[in-house]
T-cell receptor, first 116, second 112 residues
Framework: DSGVTQTPKHLITATGQRVTLRCSPR?????VYWYQQSLDQGLQFLIQ???????AKGNILERFSAQQFPDLHSELNLSSLELGDSALYFC???????????????FGEGSRLTVL | GQNIDQPTEMTATEGAIVQINCTYQ??????LFWYQQHAGEAPTFLSY????GLEEKGRFSSFLSRSKGYSYLLLKELQMKDSASYLC?????????????FGKGTMLLVSP
């Protein structure tokens, strides 16, 4: 158990719909990262937050948005869903946003999204 | 941009040694990680290198050459449970904040 909690574990929805994925980081971790993993693309970095502020953006579509709340939990919102959005969405947390220490990421179990 | 290459698949026999290579091209390099991921599960941290050389951790070792943009993960005394995907990830630092970019992973199949 990494200490990172993601809900829901599984989600099935239809094209055009909107879903929200939720992540609670490890206690004490200020940084939250979202990754998308599909079969042919590997782990794709979407977005990173540190203590409530957006810090880095990767290949995140305009239909997707995220935020980190004062209690440090984060939500990833996916809208106007398409078939290609079907993937495993991982949240990860780390204690530091900078380069101090190892800075390893601890991953949640992921939210598997299926768009039909 | 960043480019991380690793073989797609490898096979090995139980008890053997396998080396999984990773090459990368990036700016702002600030460390290289190896993660293990079993199918449908979360990636878990294996090793970290920021300086050149070999880091040994039980049956797993990882090597880094920053000048060559090259790393490898060495797995000894392979066990069936080592069948998994191994992800090479490069950390880069910009404006004081780090991001971690993953390669597509190497699927290792260990056979009896």
């Amino acid at each position: 158990d990494s200490g990172v909690t993601q809900t829901p574990k599984h989600l099935i929805t239809a094209t055009g719909q909107r879903v929200t994925l939720r992540c609670s980081p490890r206690s004490g971790d200020l940084s939250v990262y979202w990754y998308q993993q599909s079969l042919d693309q590997g782990l794709q970095f979407l977005i990173q937050y540190y203590n409530g502020e957006e810090r880095a953006k990767g290949n995140i579509l305009e239909r997707f948005s995220a935020q980190q709340f004062p209690d440090l939990h984060s939500e990833l919102n996916l809208s106007s869903l398409e078939l290609g959005d079907s993937a495993l969405y991982f949240c990860a947390s780390s204690v530091v946003a900078g380069g101090r220490g190892t800075g390893e990421l601890f991953f949640g179990e992921g939210s598997r999204l299926t768009v039909l | 941009g960043q480019n991380i290459d690793q073989p797609t698949e490898m096979t090995a026999t139980e008890g053997a040694i396998v080396q999984i290579n990773c090459t990368y091209q990036t700016s702002g390099f600030n460390g290289l990680f190896w993660y293990q991921q079993h199918a449908g599960e979360a990636p878990t941290f294996l090793s970290y290198n920021v300086l050149d050389g070999l880091e040994e951790k039980g049956r797993f070792s990882s090597f880094l050459s920053r000048s060559k943009g090259y790393s490898y993960l060495l797995l000894k005394e392979l066990q069936m449970k080592d069948s998994a995907s191994y992800l090479c990830a490069v950390r880069t630092q910009n404006s004081g904040y780090s991001t971690l970019t993953f390669g597509k992973g190497t699927m290792l199949l260990v056979s009896p």
